[in-house]
């Protein structure tokens, strides 16, 4: 029976155990997996805690439909009935920008009435469509592209929120073609991303006429789903499928050393495990550390993957001491216009259950790429800063029942410039070590989807 060992238990880890389990069985391959984490608890940034009657995600609050990875793991593991789809208001989102949030538009006419978006801005993202292509391979920062295509209001007020809202990066110094691959694909297929959405808004239209099963034409934005539980159930479905047996907690990988026969070393404490084959599953800093020993070369890549800090503060207020209207997913902040928040979600509004019955949970999200330097601030200072934003924002002024403040040291691996040679190289000098495996957010992407994914594509790997 093949021995596999599987380092860091956050969804990577169980989602690439659990696929070696199920690929294997249906390969009828002997294989044992056991999954070694650091904490007392399975998840990493997983979470999902009940704080005096609320329901308070630690990391993340759902993932997007628009993709399958996730939805088909849940199937696999039975869970599909509990799949708790967000509110459909939860589709409104907003940009806080010169004293007033505005609604994010959905379509052509939204956008020209729009409030957010300057007339003259509307113009320079109208032209987008004559700007030519570039053809250069070399990769190239978010924020230049946004600039060189829809121009610098475009990226203050909708590219630099959204870059904040899923990677808490600063577009200054992420990669597009890691970070957004399907934007970087758009202006090399169809020579820009106006042109792009005529293209395919006229494709979509003739695949209807034909009768075809089609999606939206820029591509389906998916519905924000969890469970009622929280994300928390996928961790405990994935858990229970992989056995408890199988997972060992409070297990922190020091080591990994290959021995003359090829088996690989695990050490953690004063336990020394033996396997076949090794995944690691752990953020890329912590990997580097562990392979040291191994390969000097491949823990220095390793470590050029740096991550952005996040705090993450849920506050419970009574519904009567809210007057704003907080029918939508929440807000994020357009560029400059806070020192320290990255936006707020109201997530009582997205989810149903997440607050008690007359109460409204929201969650800020601090620090990022762009301000690191709350991570200094004691949890008193860190209330007062979110508390004064949310009078700025929604007018509240009332101190909430409920605050809880979760830090992120190392929350989200930052994309840079050059991300996709740099993975490339990690993986091509892994792969020079039989049996040695490297997956998790840090590679090819952050969403729970992506994560998902890699850990299909890592399985077949092992057992291939
Ligand atoms: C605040 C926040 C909000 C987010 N929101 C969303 C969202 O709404 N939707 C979405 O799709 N994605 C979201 N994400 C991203 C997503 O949650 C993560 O990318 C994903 O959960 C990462 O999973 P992972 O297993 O790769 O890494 P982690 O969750 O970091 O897991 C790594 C594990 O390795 C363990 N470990 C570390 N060192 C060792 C060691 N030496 N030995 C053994 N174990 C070790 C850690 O303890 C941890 O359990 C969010 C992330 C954060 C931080």
Same mark, same amino acid.
């Given at each position: 029976m093949q021995q596999i060992i599987v380092i860091g238990g956050g969804l990577s880890g169980l989602a690439t155990a659990y696929q070696i389990q199920q690929q294997a069985q249906a390969q009828n391959l002997a294989v044992n997996v056991k999954v070694l984490?650091?904490? $007392?608890? !399975?998840?990493?940034?997983?979470?999902?805690? #009940? &704080?005096? /009657?609320? @329901?308070?995600?630690?990391?993340?609050?759902?993932?997007?439909?628009?993709?399958?990875?996730?939805?088909?793991?849940?199937?696999?593991?039975?869970?599909?009935?509990?799949?708790?789809p967000s509110n459909d208001n939860a589709r409104k989102r907003f940009v806080f920008s010169q004293g007033k949030?505005?609604?994010?538009?959905?379509?052509?006419?939204?956008?020209?009435?729009?409030?957010?978006?300057?007339?003259?801005?509307?113009?320079?993202?109208?032209?987008?469509?004559?700007?030519?292509?570039?053809?250069?391979?070399?990769?190239?920062?978010?924020?230049?592209?946004?600039?060189?295509?829809?121009?610098?209001?475009?990226?203050?007020?909708?590219?630099?929120?959204?870059?904040?809202?899923?990677?808490?990066?600063?577009?200054?110094?992420?990669?597009?073609? $890691?970070? !957004?691959?399907?934007?970087?694909?758009?202006? #090399? &297929?169809? /020579?820009? @991303?106006?042109?792009?959405?005529?293209?395919?808004?006229?494709?979509?239209?003739?695949?209807?006429?034909?009768?075809?099963?089609?999606?939206?034409?820029?591509?389906?934005?998916?519905?924000?789903?969890?469970?009622?539980?929280?994300i928390q159930e996928l961790i405990s479905a994935l858990s229970d499928a992989i056995g408890r047996a199988n997972l060992i907690q409070t297990a922190a990988v020091s080591q990994i050393s290959q021995l003359q026969n090829g088996q690989w070393q695990v050490t953690s404490g004063n336990e020394v495990y033996t396997a076949d084959k090794i995944v690691c599953a752990t953020p890329a800093f912590a990997s580097a550390e562990m392979l040291q020993n191994l390969d000097a070369d491949l823990a220095n890549s390793l470590q050029q993957i740096n991550y952005a800090p996040l705090l993450v503060v849920c506050l419970g207020y009574a519904q009567a001491q809210i007057e704003a209207d907080l029918n939508g997913f929440g807000y994020l902040f357009a560029r400059g216009e806070d020192e320290a928040l990255l936006g707020t979600l109201w997530d009582s509004s997205i989810f149903a259950a997440r607050a008690p019955e007359g109460k409204v949970l929201l969650r800020s999200m601090l620090g990022g790429a762009s301000h690191p330097q709350v991570m200094n601030l004691d949890d008193q200072q860190i209330q007062q800063l979110v508390q004064k934003s949310l009078t700025t924002t929604l007018g509240i002024?009332?101190?909430?029942?409920?605050?809880?403040?979760?830090?992120?040291?190392?929350?989200?691996?930052?994309?840079?410039?050059?991300h996709k040679d740099l993975v490339a190289k990690i993986m091509a000098r892994a792969s020079q070590y039989s049996g040695l495996f490297i997956t998790g957010n840090a590679y090819t992407g952050v969403g729970i989807n992506d994560c998902v994914a890699a850990a299909v594509a890592t399985a077949k790997q092992v057992l291939a």
């Open positions: 984490e650091k904490e $007392a608890r !399975f998840g990493g940034k997983a979470w999902s805690r #009940q &704080e005096s /009657g609320y @329901l308070c995600e630690w990391g993340p609050n759902g993932f997007l439909t628009n993709k399958p990875q996730t939805l088909e793991l849940c199937q696999s593991l039975g869970i599909s009935e509990q799949l708790l949030l505005h609604k994010l538009p959905h379509n052509q006419i939204e956008f020209l009435t729009n409030s957010l978006i300057s007339f003259k801005g509307k113009l320079r993202i109208a032209a987008e469509f004559f700007v030519p292509q570039r053809h250069a391979s070399s990769d190239e920062t978010l924020a230049d592209f946004t600039r060189r295509r829809l121009g610098a209001e475009a990226l203050n007020k909708l590219i630099a929120p959204m870059a904040g809202g899923i990677f808490a990066g600063d577009p200054e110094q992420m990669s597009l073609q $890691a970070c !957004f691959p399907r934007i970087y694909q758009l202006e #090399q &297929e169809y /020579g820009g @991303l106006l042109k792009a959405m005529l293209r395919l808004t006229r494709q979509h239209h003739s695949d209807k006429k034909a009768g075809k099963v089609v999606a939206s034409p820029a591509g389906p934005g998916g519905v924000l789903t969890s469970f009622s539980g929280g002024k009332a101190t909430p029942e409920l605050v809880q403040i979760y830090r992120h040291v190392q929350a989200i691996p930052a994309y840079g410039l050059g």
